[in-house]
């Protein structure tokens, strides 16, 4: 009876150390979880960012940096929502079994700021973005009315959309190919000659191989989504990249120097000091109070599960602190933004190992990774076309958690109204540049970044459309 409350019962209860070897298992299986959805994000930046400056600013050599800071950064802030750390009567960490993770939330705005400002305007945006999302977990009362659930999922829905044809774009080839396509055409139909290096890199976009590597690594994730059980379907999208990359060295498409070239071990040291633009920084400042909202989802989600109740304030309002603290620290170490994984707290629902020692293994294993270069390595080696597979049904599911979150709020008049309004003005106008480009500011920037406008026209329509509330005081979503 000793071992069990020294072992396997532990794992069950949120504080106590369970053995390494109960610990470890767990906690890898949080790291193999989310392992790809951490890196995918700095991977697409770099490809589209190296590709709209027209060359290779980003080396291999600073991808594998940046995916080695994105480990450490992950594993540094999943330990401090683990352990919080109390000042006064506020706590920065929730306390609570979070495993933290690079957002994709991000990835459409901060791919629109790195084309045309660069990294250090990204970095930037980052640091100074990230004390919105602190300020909303210290004031998370009178600020949380201003984004109920249908405006959250109006901005998710349109994340979602906004990514989802950079996940073709990356199936077909990856963003410089596209890029590379796109110039030899312009030059072909002007009669102009096309180098042999510009025409080889723009014959690969939409090639057979790219399109049968991205398809296959599609269906085994669906396969494994739809037919798979426990651990193996929480490693879908795992299972199809392994597929993918087998089969993209197969067809000679994964360059083996980027691994073998790298160093052994190597510290995650910065390259790309801040820059500041007020544009960027109102864009990602915004999206990091949807952030901290959609953590505050992941939190209730794993306290409903795990412990049958609603989070408590203290617990919900240290885990968005601890996320723009995370944040702070991502930016300063070039990282992109981090945020509590839904995947992660779905396996917490799951399994009910809530054991932060057990969670805090996948930390130690986080942070260890980040100080091995081979490990970036072989994750910057990956072809765009294995990625581009992998993520669309991420993307997707983005679509859908925004559809879910719409659903609570209910589909009365005035629900869809705010629906219509949202996209018939914030999301269409910003799909039509040749318009956009005719705005004056401030109206040119809000309208270039989907996200950004779909956000500021989801709040005003739902503070233009009260929601009417009979005298009894319930509020109704059929007015």
């Not at 990856?174 to 102009?192: R, Y």
């Not at 009910?352 to 270069?373: T, Y």
């Not at 106008?429 to 005719?438: C, N």
């Not at 500011?441 to 005003?460: D, G, K, M, N, Q």
């Amino acid at each position: 009876m000793a071992t069990n409350s020294k072992g396997k019962d532990l794992i069950y209860q949120l504080d106590g150390r369970p053995p390494l070897h109960v610990a470890l298992p767990f906690g890898l299986q949080h790291v193999l979880t989310m392992f790809v959805g951490n890196l995918a994000p700095v991977l697409i930046l770099a490809g589209v960012v190296s590709a709209a400056t027209g060359d290779r600013i980003i080396s291999d050599e600073h991808r594998i940096l940046m995916i080695q800071c994105a480990m450490l950064v992950s594993g540094v802030a999943t330990l401090l929502q683990l352990y919080p750390i109390r000042i006064g009567k506020f706590q920065i960490g929730g306390g609570l079994p979070i495993v933290m993770g690079t957002s994709f939330v991000f990835v459409g705005a901060l791919v629109a700021i790195g084309a045309e400002y660069g990294l250090p305007v990204i970095f930037g945006s980052i640091l100074v973005g990230a004390f919105a999302e602190i300020l909303l977990g210290v004031f998370l009362k009178p600020l949380q009315r201003l984004f109920p659930p249908i405006v959250i999922g109006c901005v998710l829905m349109a994340i979602g959309l906004s990514l989802l044809p950079i996940g073709v774009q990356y199936l077909a080839g990856g963003a410089q190919a596209q890029a590379a396509f796109e110039q030899a055409s312009v030059l072909q139909s002007l009669g102009l000659p096309v180098g042999a290096e510009l025409s080889a890199a723009a014959a690969s976009y939409g090639s057979w191989q790219n399109i049968l590597v991205g398809v296959s690594v599609l269906l085994v994730v669906v396969a494994v989504q739809r037919w798979g059980r426990g651990f193996a379907k929480a490693l879908a999208i795992l299972a199809g990249i392994i597929v993918g990359y087998v089969l993209a060295f197969a067809f000679g498409m994964v360059d083996v120097s980027v691994i073998t070239e790298a160093k052994i071990v190597a510290l995650p040291v910065p390259a790309t000091m801040p820059a500041f633009e007020p544009g960027p920084i109102i864009t990602i400042a915004l999206l990091y109070v949807i952030c901290g909202l959609e953590t505050m989802g992941n939190i209730n989600g794993i306290t409903a599960a795990a412990f049958d109740r609603p989070a408590s304030p203290r617990e919900v309002s240290g885990a968005i602190i601890a996320d723009g603290v995370g944040c702070l620290f991502a930016s300063i170490f070039n990282a992109l933004p981090n945020t509590a994984f839904g995947q992660n707290s779905g396996i917490v629902a799951m399994t009910k190992v809530v054991n932060r020692w057990c969670v805090a293994m996948g930390a130690f294993v986080l942070i260890a990774a980040g100080f091995f270069p081979p490990i970036g390595a072989l994750f910057s080696a990956m072809p765009p076309c294995v990625l581009g597979g992998a993520v669309i049904t991420v993307f997707g599911m983005i679509v859908v958690n925004g559809m879910k979150l719409i659903a609570l709020e209910g589909l009365g008049e005035r629900s869809i109204l705010i629906i219509c309004i949202t996209f018939g003005v914030g999301f269409a106008i910003s799909k039509t540049s040749s318009l956009v480009g005719l705005f004056a500011e401030p109206f040119h920037f809000i309208f270039s970044e989907p996200t950004l406008a779909v956000c500021l026209v989801a709040v005003v329509a739902n503070l233009l459309f009260r929601q009417a509330r009979p005298k009894t005081g319930v509020a109704t979503n059929n007015e």
